[in-house]
């Protein structure tokens, strides 16, 4: 932006619209200094119309006042015409404005404020009073700006601009989401005090008696002349304390100073997926007695490695990583960060069984990581999905250049202590995989990665690493011009990363001797849920080539909630499961996708707008693999049958049941058996083909002839009742927190009706608000941010979002002909 536009000799043209008072943003709660408070409420917020606005804002522009973290493109309307594109999502991107004005408490005004912001997407400009503070082109990764040398003190206002401009499109491959997406902080300190991303924390020797605890700290000193200070950090285990060391240093004016401290710490409680215990280190820096900064970090202690032969090793124990993929949007959130919203996805997933996420493509929200690191997920996190050559227009490979090495940093940097971190991956699906140039980068950036961070291997997702069918011949995989990919050849990695080709797993201690395997995206299975093609032999198979496109595809743009749709480059969910379970050498795999996701609708273009290829819709609505997973990977019983029970007479349907700790499964309609069924070899699920008869289909799972499980679907009438469940009635009051209302369509006798299709209206009574509704349907045209929906297969979902005073919210949901419903949650 040329500032000239909109300020003139320095001084904003803009008019105040609101104050908050900060006050000191440092106080001491039991002597800890703290140094970071939420910069999150009270935002106007502008919106560009690029014919009138152009690139300007001034005393005519209208604001809207909002809190962040904030998505413009969800609040739009789905466009065909969208420059986005439908892997885009079909929502707009745009250039948007953000403004705040605040007031600093004049006590600090000898220290330093600083402003971090954790995303903004994309090539955010940021402005105090004024001054110009820097511009970051990357959307996902968190930066900070000194604010001190430009603020006002005591009862002076201060102003600051945030521009975002997303209107380049497309710039990606999948839904990102406009705005500042992910939380704002206000930062003080002392002129002394720990640098941002400040401590590095290793545990390089660790067994069951006794672990070594390393840290390193970089100190910050901004005062104009050296200074004597005390450097202490305590090991906390929850509340108590394990261990304390001290140091005294001297540090120049000006200048930084890594120092280097190491404790042992007895008995270590480590942290696991199954028991993810963390600690807590507290680093203090006292001057002249005082205590003058706090810096915390919390971390794991565990020890692990990839093994040629036996895979993953952590804390001496074999783990089959059970991975998936996910994109950083919310769903109907969008891409707006919420802590809670994230938490329940990764409670579903936990309940399936999974136990690690990858984060791609993109440096993920840091709520995402400090989640996984207290539920126990193994994390790839995953940096970038181009390097230079670009894969969509204005995409950040043309950012390459200048940004790559401080973005790779700042992303090192800033999530090195996280415990759920097991790997970083530098690259996804690169287009210079398969040339010299891939080599030269891949080798730079894994050379910055092990400056940062020695105790993680590198890996890249490759697509594939190498070029091999069965029998060990070239294959002419993505037509590849050699039989080896360059980066995987190149030397620069520590596990080989496996894009699909999951024919080629059994091969690779063959072609990669003496390096670890990872399948760093699997599957590609595509259902929609709740949708059955009611016999195997109909159901739409899915072309061999990608260069072939889905013809005679199924009504609706729907497919098959069966096991048996994937895309061309992957599989079905059994079949690279088959394959990774059977060999200890495989370490494991992470599944496209968890989630579906916002944009990228494979196998359809429009009006589909969202993927196909999550285990769970986009509403967080299980699809039915989830339960053949669950039984492979969790220790919950399970016995899952599908599909629904409303046919018609005569008709046959394909009957399957995904069970587990039994050794048939018997089946019976109305009281009838209809045959027992047995697992056999490598079956992960049972089949019956029977004519569909309206009543009850019943299933029951016997060990050594005693029942283990029962379970049943019966038919359904007409659609009668609207049914609303929480995920939890009691919420915190904090603005924040969130209640996911699931709503069920039943018939008279509570059954869900599994074709039930209504529009539902909501309305909400009390402090707190409707912020999103979604039926998971990825055709669906309606608008999240709305207070209607029309259901998918019998069910859809209503968020509720709290207000900061406590109280009851009430949610009522209507529909035409059928009997409302109303569920009461309580903010506290």
């Known amino acids: 932006m040329n500032k000239r536009k909109y300020f003139n000799n320095g001084l904003p043209l803009l008019m105040l619209v609101g104050i908050i008072l900060l006050g000191s943003c440092s106080k001491k709660e039991d002597t800890f200094v703290n140094r970071k408070v ?149 930062e003080t300190t002392d002129k002394l005090h720990v640098g941002q991303w400040g401590t590095y924390i290793t545990t390089p020797k660790v067994t069951a008696e006794k672990a070594s605890v390393k840290v390193e700290t970089t100190i910050q000193n901004q005062y104009s002349e050296s200074k004597k200070a005390t450097v202490t950090t305590t090991i906390f285990k929850d509340d108590s304390k394990v261990t304390s060391f001290t140091q005294n240093i001297t540090i120049a004016a000006n200048t930084n100073q890594t120092i280097q401290q190491e404790a042992q710490v007895e008995t270590p409680v ?71 919203a994230i938490e329940r996805q990764l409670e579903i997933l936990k309940e399936m069984g999974v136990n690690g996420i990858r984060t791609s493509h993109n440096p993920p929200a840091p709520e995402l990581l400090e989640l996984c690191d207290k539920m126990g997920f193994i994390v790839m996190d995953e940096a970038f999905d181009m390097w230079k050559q670009n894969k969509t227009k204005y995409d950040y490979g043309n950012d390459w250049d200048k940004w790559h090495k401080k973005d790779l940093t700042d992303q090192l940097l800033r999530d090195r202590n996280h415990p759920s971190i097991f790997m970083w991956s530098i690259g996804n699906e690169i287009p210079e995989q398969w040339n010299e140039n891939g080599v030269t980068i891949a080798k730079e950036l894994a050379a910055i990665t092990r400056q940062y961070d020695k105790t993680r291997p590198i890996t890249a997702a490759m697509n594939p690493p190498v070029n091999m069918n069965l029998d060990g011949v070239n294959l002419q995989f993505e037509k590849a011009a050699v039989q080896y990919n360059k980066i995987a050849a190149s030397g620069a990695l520590d596990i080989i990363g496996y894009n699909y080709a999951h024919q ?69 969910h059994e079949a690279t499961w088959k394959v990774i379970k059977k060999h200890d050498f495989l370490s494991g795999m992470y599944i496209w996708t968890g989630f579906d996701y916002i944009g990228e609708p494979t196998p359809y273009e429009w009006p589909s707008i969202s993927s196909y290829f999550g285990i769970v819709d986009l509403a967080g609505f299980p699809k039915d693999v989830y339960y053949m997973y669950q039984s492979e990977w969790t220790d919950k019983t399970v016995l899952h049958i599908l599909p629904h029970w409303n046919w018609k007479a005569g008709q046959n349907v394909d009957v399957w049941a995904y069970y587990n700790k039994a050794d048939e499964v018997e089946l019976f309609l109305n009281g009838k058996s209809v045959g027992i069924r047995s697992k056999k070899g490598e079956d992960l699920h049972v089949m019956w083909r029977i004519p569909f008869q309206a009543g009850t289909l019943k299933a029951v799972s016997r060990k050594n002839g005693k029942i283990v499980l029962e379970t049943e679907i019966k038919t359904a009438g007409n659609p009668s009742n609207l049914k609303l469940t929480a995920d939890r009635s009691t919420i915190n009051a904090d603005g924040n927190d969130l209640s996911f209302v699931t709503v069920d369509i039943l018939d008279e006798k509570g059954v869900l009706a599994p074709n039930a299709n209504n529009e539902i209206n909501f309305s909400l009574k009390g402090n707190g608000k409707i912020v999103g509704v979604c039926s998971g349907d990825p055709v669906s045209h309606e608008s999240y941010k709305g207070t209607k929906h029309t259901a998918l297969n019998g069910k859809c979902l209503v968020v509720i979002q709290s207000g900061d005073t406590s109280g009851r919210l009430e949610l009522t949901s209507k529909a035409n002909g059928l009997k409302p419903a109303t569920i009461v949650i309580t903010a506290e």
């Open 270 to 340: 480590l942290w696991s997926v199954e028991k993810p215990e963390l600690y807590t280190a507290v680093t203090e820096i006292s001057l002249d007695g005082a205590l003058i900064d706090s810096y915390k970090t919390n971390f794991g202690i565990r020890d692990f490695k990839f093994d040629t032969d036996k895979g993953f090793i952590l804390n001496g124990k074999q783990v089959k990583i059970k991975g998936v993929c996910m994109h950083h949007d919310l769903g109907p959130l969008g891409s707006a960060i919420n802590t809670r």
């Open 38 to 186: 939420s910069f999150n409420s009270d935002w106007s917020f502008h919106l560009n119309d690029s014919i009138t606005d152009k690139d300007t804002i001034g005393t005519s522009t209208k604001w809207r006042t909002l809190n962040v973290p904030h998505d413009w493109s969800i609040e739009g309307k789905f466009d065909e015409k969208s420059p986005a594109g439908y892997g885009g999502g079909a929502l707009n991107g745009g250039l948007g404005w953000y403004k705040k004005t605040f007031r600093v408490a004049a006590a600090d005004s000898s220290k330093v404020t600083s402003i971090t912001f954790d995303g903004v997407y994309k090539n955010s400009e940021v402005w105090i009073n004024g001054h110009y503070l820097g511009k970051r082109p990357n959307g996902y990764i968190g930066f900070q700006y000194e604010m001190s040398p430009y603020l006002n003190y005591g009862d002076q206002n201060n102003e600051i601009i945030v521009k975002v401009d997303n209107s380049k499109q497309p710039n990606s491959r999948w839904y990102s989401g406009s705005g500042i997406f992910r939380n704002v902080w206000i």
């Open 504 to 572: 080629t797993y059994e091969y690779h201690k063959k072609n990669f001797p003496g390096i670890p395997f990872i399948a760093t995206e699997t599957t590609s299975g595509l259902q929609t849920r709740g949708y059955y093609d009611a016999v195997s032999d109909t159901i739409k198979k899915w072309p061999v080539r990608w260069d072939l496109k889905f013809t005679g595809g199924n009504p609706g743009n729907t497919v098959s909630a069966y096991d048996q749709v994937q895309a061309p480059w992957g599989s079905t």
